[in-house]
């Protein structure tokens, strides 16, 4: 069962669907008030508002035109952003821009707007009208409120291609994210050693291949606590699973039929509102194809190191092993399994540090990343963290670094290892 909020963004056109279906009932409305109120009261309208039939024809005409070019202009105006992301970016940057809510609203606006004019432009018939009309200034106000749609989504267009508009949003989200795993287990958690749940155990299994987009987890909570039950969750957001693969253990003194695949929402793809692994992927994808051969933009990839660093830290604060959420009697009910904090350190470093290895700048900032992780994180992350600087150091050969990128670098580790208090190393320079 995945929020209407999810859904809106996954499915693009269906905001352009709302915003044609208002603009049909616009223009009928503007129909019969032209049949049958104009007339009446047409002593009352300032006459600078109201048209004839021929005229009304000719400008709805024109105006309709200018609607269609540039509702095709501004499609091609997302097809060019999109490429550009896919070839600066990302390959999976591009969705941020194309589910954005403003992109939905203008595309449904300007759809709407056109849909508003040629309608007006059929009814607008001069053996149904003895009189002026006013149908006619509706249509110039839509398309003047169109205009002013196009020049903010000029300006929204040109904001988005730059790469720190990207980074601020794929930041916000996996921060999102974190936000609503924290909201999660701060009223429902217990320790994972407190989960032992009754026999015998039931298996509910994929019904198609995909990977897992969606789990709702407290309405999973509410089931459990409904049928006297608990469940395991057998799998993670974000991975994928074949038909068959268990999904989830239902343990329960009886055997029950529950629902348990309405919860749960198998796509062709990842995506990011709960997937917290995916989150940060994006944003070191961005990173390693700023630190690529063919561009070579190190000062990029610091900026998003510095982010990612934060992020960490947030995310130390998840009880990331296992967690186990109760109900209101505080009865164990759900078992969910995070991903280790070491894996998500590893996932988060191991290509940048493969791309990178000999650029002394980048490997500085992820010690950066780790030094604000650090400062974030409870002690009992420390070891990991630790654990991760001295991966990424093995990634620089003994003897490589210069005397200068030595000392650079051995300050910035020193640092790191008097916040996790750990024994620092020494780094050697060549020659």
């Known amino acids: 069962m995945k929020p209407i909020s999810y859904t809106l963004k996954e499915r693009i056109w269906i905001t352009p669907a709302v915003y044609s279906i208002v603009a049909i009932l616009l223009s009928l409305a503007a129909f019969y008030t032209d049949l049958y109120l104009v007339e009446r009261f047409i002593d009352h309208i300032p006459s600078i508002f109201l048209t004839k039939v021929a005229e009304g024809q000719t400008i709805l005409g024109i105006l309709t035109a200018a609607m269609l070019t540039m509702t095709t202009f501004t499609f091609s105006t997302v097809l060019v952003v999109l490429t550009m992301y ?191 692994g995916y989150a940060i992927q994006k944003i070191v994808e961005v990173a390693i194809r700023a630190t690529s051969p063919g561009r070579q933009d190190p000062n990029t990839a610091k900026d998003i190191l510095i982010r990612l660093g934060h992020l960490l830290g947030n995310m130390s604060q998840l009880k990331t092993d296992g967690l186990v959420l109760t109900d209101e009697a505080g009865n164990n009910r759900l078992l969910y399994q995070f991903e280790s904090y070491s894996d998500i350190l590893y996932k988060t470093f191991y290509q940048i540090s493969y791309h990178s290895k000999k650029d002394v700048s980048v490997h500085s900032s992820m010690t950066d990343a780790l030094i604000v992780t650090a400062a974030l994180a409870p002690a009992l992350r420390y070891d990991t963290i630790w654990k991760i600087q001295l991966y990424l150091l093995e990634a620089i050969d003994d003897g490589e670094l210069k005397t200068l990128d030595r000392d650079f670098l051995q300050k910035k580790v020193n640092e790191l290892a008097r916040i996790t208090g750990q024994h620092s190393v020494t780094l050697k320079a060549n020659g």
Request: proline content about 3%; overall charge negative.
């Open 86 to 276: 896919t070839s600066q970016f990302s390959p999976r940057a591009p969705e941020n821009f194309i589910r954005s809510a403003t992109t939905r609203h203008v595309l449904g606006i300007f759809v709407g707007g056109f849909i508003f004019n040629m309608l007006s432009l059929l009814y607008l018939q001069e053996d149904v009208f003895d009189h002026e009309v006013l149908s006619t200034t509706a249509g110039i106000l839509i398309v003047f409120f169109c205009i002013a749609t196009f020049a903010y989504y000029i300006h929204f267009v040109a904001s988005n291609v730059q790469v720190s508009t990207l980074i601020n949003k794929l930041t916000a989200d996996a921060k999102q994210v974190i936000a609503q795993y924290i909201r999660l287990y701060e009223k429902k958690y217990v320790s994972l050693e407190n989960w032992a749940p009754r026999e015998p155990k039931e298996t509910v299994s994929a019904a198609r291949a995909g990977y897992v987009q969606f789990i709702d987890l407290s309405n999973l909570v509410e089931l459990a606590r409904e049928n006297d039950c608990a469940i395991e969750v057998a799998i993670k957001i974000g991975d994928y699973v074949y038909e068959g693969k268990p999904l989830f253990y239902l343990y329960s003194d009886k055997k029950k039929e529950l629902p348990l695949n309405q919860y749960i929402t198998i796509g062709d793809e990842r995506t990011a509102e709960q997937d917290l």
